[in-house]
Antibody
């Protein structure tokens, strides 16, 4: 069974940093694209970043230059380093596995990030 | 990276059908066959319903179907059940390893 468990969220002040982690199990982690998706306070979901099989990393405009995605295939882990956080980054962050049809086929339960002074 | 447009709400009676639209642009929905749909019950992980416009993952019943015409994709839920009451959202691949999400549609089962 595919399992994705996020950790590392919490409360941080504006301008601060957080590092999210995602522990994956139940599948061959190195064979899949992995993504971060977030759900803001308004309820809508937003794609944040992708670490593809080829090693290519991509970012939403809102994340580029502040967030860094990485992965450790040996440890089946995905990470998101978030710097210079702003109030607009407050959201539930999901770790998501990518499917062969460029869909998001398995989701973690999400981890809350709150940016507030 | 503008969000895809979905109606904020939809409703249907038990046993009936409802269709939810998802409108994008020629750079995302109109340019790719990689549109997917998800059901999201609050407090739970989103669940994949359809991918590549109309393909169902294993275990998803054929009550869920999809289509696409030009820049608009659609999800049809037939034989509405109580558990179908949830938020539904679409996602389209937008090229260059980027994706765009719909704003979500809250489905009420009457």
């Amino acid at each position: 069974e595919v399992n994705l468990v996020e950790s590392g969220g919490g409360l941080v002040q504006p301008g601060g940093s957080l590092r999210l982690s995602c522990a994956a199990s139940g599948f061959a982690f190195s064979d899949y694209d992995m993504h971060w998706v977030r759900q803001g306070t308004g309820g809508s979901l937003e794609w944040v970043s992708t670490f593809g099989l080829s090693g290519v990393t991509t970012y939403a405009d809102s994340a580029r230059g502040r967030f860094t995605i990485s992965r450790d295939n040996a440890d089946s882990s995905l990470f998101l380093q978030m710097d210079n956080l702003g109030v607009a980054d407050s959201a539930l962050y999901y770790c998501v596995r990518g499917g062969g049809g460029l869909e998001f086929d398995h989701w973690g339960q999400g981890i809350q990030v709150t940016v507030s002074s | 990276q503008s969000a895809l447009t979905q109606p904020p709400s939809a409703s249907g009676s038990l046993g009936q059908s409802v269709t939810i639209s998802c409108t994008g642009t020629s750079s995302d929905v109109g340019d790719w066959q990689y549109v997917s749909w998800y059901r999201h019950h609050k407090g739970k992980a989103p669940k994949l319903l359809l991918y590549e416009v109309n393909r169902r993952p294993s275990g998803v019943p054929d009550r869920f179907s999809g289509s696409k015409s030009a820049n608009t994709a659609s999800l049809t839920v037939s034989g509405l059940q109580g558990d179908d009451e949830a938020e539904y959202f679409c996602v389209s691949y937008a090229g260059s390893n980027t994706w765009v999400f719909g704003g979500g549609t809250k489905l009420t089962v009457l």
